[in-house]
């Protein structure tokens, strides 16, 4: 533990800013895993929900810098296909 007081706060704000991005994070991919199994089982309007709540965490994720910008646009790209695509 650090003995300047500056330094124990950047501490404590740098452990409740990475519990924030983990959360963020996290929630991302899970959206994602969400958006995939609703494709597979073939249920169309549950997928098409699931990608909305996706793109929003996917671009939180961008606005957090915890994700390439391009990789955001390509996994938003894939899901958007995969779920135009279904029957």
Do not use: C, F, W, Y
Not at 38 to 45: C, I, N
Not at 47 to 57: D, F, G, I, N
Not at 62 to 86: D, G, I
Request: glycine fraction near 2%; aromatic fraction near 0%.
């Amino acid at each position: 533990m650090p003995n300047i007081k500056s330094a124990k706060k950047r501490v404590l704000v740098s452990a409740r800013r990475k519990e924030e991005n983990v959360l963020v994070a996290s929630s991302m991919k899970t959206a994602v895993k969400n958006v995939d199994k609703a494709v597979k089982s073939g249920e169309k309007e549950k997928a098409q929900t699931e990608l909305k709540v996706a793109e929003r965490r996917i671009d939180k994720a961008v606005n957090a810098r915890l994700t390439h910008p391009n990789k955001a646009a390509r996994l938003k790209s894939r899901l958007t296909k995969a779920v135009n695509t279904m029957e």
